[in-house]
Nanobody, 122 residues
Framework: QVQLVESGGGLVQAGGSLRLSCAAS????????MGWYRQAPGNQRELVSV??????NYADAVKGRFTISRDNAKNTVYLQMNSLKPEDTAVYYC?????????????????WGQGTQVTVSS
């Protein structure tokens, strides 16, 4: 089994910063990508940022304000969020594509964290 545990959410004023962390643990053979999604009330879950090897991608709404990074030794991904806006308010979910060994074969599965609330006040 694989678990993703997030931390770092909270309440911040507009213009402030937060740093989210997500640590993966369990029967991990290889982590192929890690990233963050968010879901605001009444909205669909949307991609915020993803990191895979040396490649990073960001939603247009967060480019220049958010930075994703990864510590491979700790199986942890971070999301540094600066210049936060009220429209960034959402539940943020960690996502990872991870290979585990099943029956002697490598199988990729997608895993989700439990979500962490980020609230930005105006």
């Amino acid at each position: 089994q694989v678990q993703l545990v997030e931390s770092g959410g909270g309440l911040v004023q507009a213009g402030g910063s937060l740093r989210l962390s997500c640590a993966a643990s369990g029967s991990i053979f290889r982590i192929n990508s890690m990233g963050w999604y968010r879901q605001a009330p009444g909205n669909q879950r949307e991609l915020v940022s993803v990191i895979s090897g040396g490649f990073t991608n960001y939603a247009d709404a967060v480019k220049g304000r958010f930075t994703i990074s990864r510590d491979n030794a700790k199986n942890t991904v971070y999301l540094q969020m600066n210049s936060l806006k009220p429209e960034d308010t959402a539940v943020y979910y960690c996502n990872a594509r991870i290979d585990t060994i099943v029956g002697g074969s490598s199988i990729e599965s997608r895993y989700w964290g439990q979500g962490t609330q980020v609230t930005v006040s105006s």
